[in-house]
């Protein structure tokens, strides 16, 4: 008991030197990691509403596997969404977020997981916000098989340090308080960014946006707004702007989607994200702007709370969530068992389960209920 006292102090310790000192990560991780009785870590972030996760700190992680997780397995990976529905410090396994048995004999196990030698995993959610969770994740040796109770134990006992911790170091705080950190955030990001004032004053624009407004077929910019080529559509948005920058709540936190084409057409839309409220308010500020535009082709993806609340209500299961969830972006049975790495027959069968538990008969009517919500 007296060991286990002395390693668990010496833990906190690099948990908060990592908090003050951003490169001590690392080592913290290495500690955690130990203590648990992992063989491996990552601190990253998952963002439904710009379709991207990315690390910020690993630890004995194989980059090949790294890699490949970014370039072709997230997708697939079925412990998201349902993975960050859990309470903001509650430590989840995988046979918390779906079976065993269902799990094992999914391509993402078969190709990525096993062959790392990794079996379990337990997960904890730093933070939570609308689009955005920050997890902790721990993996285990495959020796080790699934459910150790020892190692949730300790992982709950770190959980009030690292909330500390990412407080003190605002490890997760994507929206940075300059202009040319945000710059060089968001000039990664795939999908056109603009920030506007309430007026539309332009006062950013990532890279696939300076392209988007130089050929002006959806948007442009007139005496430096931003304007829809459609004056429908350009009196919504300016609509939109006024409203994020009064604090509307029928903007909401999360935003809205307007759409840029008519049905009929390839459909773009452009979410407005509104910078008034919490931390985003830095990045506003910095900007002087009231929102921030994403444009994208396809429709935009379901918030996770939009997601957990369906999830809930018609008690769905962690596949029948992601199936449900990769309904906006993708058409037809074959292209979401592509998407998700999963056979048709599965498809059908957790398309069949959401059809009885929502009373619904077709796919549009799944996407009716999430638009619903």
Do not use: C
Request: glycine fraction near 6%; proline fraction near 4%; charge should be neutral.
């Amino acid at each position: 008991m007296a060991s286990e006292l002395i390693e668990f102090s010496n833990v906190i310790a690099d948990i908060y030197d990592a908090a003050v000192e951003p490169a001590l990560w690392r080592q913290a991780l290495a500690s955690i990691t130990a203590y648990v009785g992992g063989s491996s870590a990552v601190l990253y972030w998952h963002d439904a509403a710009t379709e991207k996760s990315e690390v910020l700190h690993l630890f004995n992680e194989n980059p090949e596997y790294t890699r490949l997780y970014f370039e072709k397995y997230l997708p697939m990976n079925p412990m998201f969404p349902a993975g960050a529905f859990y309470d903001v410090g509650v430590v989840s396994s995988t046979n918390d977020i779906m079976p065993v048995r269902e799990f094992v004999e999914t391509r993402f196990y078969k190709e990525w997981v096993k062959p790392q030698g990794i079996g379990d995993a337990l997960s904890v959610n730093l933070e939570k916000g609308t689009t955005r969770a920050s997890l902790l994740n721990v993996r285990m040796d495959i020796s080790l098989g699934f459910e150790n109770g020892g190692a949730r134990r300790r992982m709950a006992l770190l959980v009030p340090h690292l909330q500390r911790a990412v407080s003190i170091g605002r490890l997760f705080d994507q929206q940075k308080a300059t202009t040319e950190e945000l710059a060089s955030a968001l000039d990664h990001v795939e999908a056109a960014v603009v920030l506007v004032g309430a007026d539309g004053a332009i006062s950013f624009v990532n890279e696939p946006a300076t392209k988007m407004l130089g050929e002006a077929k959806l948007v442009h910019a007139r005496d430096n707004a931003l304007r829809a080529v459609d004056e429908n559509t350009d009196r919504l948005l300016r609509e939109v702007f006024q409203s994020a920058a009064s604090g509307d709540t029928s903007v909401g936190l999360r935003g809205v989607a307007v759409p840029l084409t008519p049905g009929s057409q390839e459909r773009w839309f452009a979410h407005v994200l509104p910078l008034t409220s919490g931390r985003r308010q830095e990045a506003g500020r910095a900007n002087r702007a009231v929102a921030a535009i994403f444009i994208r082709k396809g429709a935009p993806n379901v918030p996770l709370s939009v997601l957990e609340a369906i999830a809930k209500d018609y008690k769905l299961t962690a596949s029948e969530v992601r199936v449900l969830d990769v309904l906006l972006k993708v058409k037809g049975v074959r292209q979401i068992a592509d998407t998700l790495g999963l056979s048709q027959a599965t498809v059908k069968t957790h398309l069949q389960s959401l059809f009885r538990k929502t009373g619904s008969s077709r796919q549009s009517d799944l996407v009716r209920l999430i638009g619903g919500h």
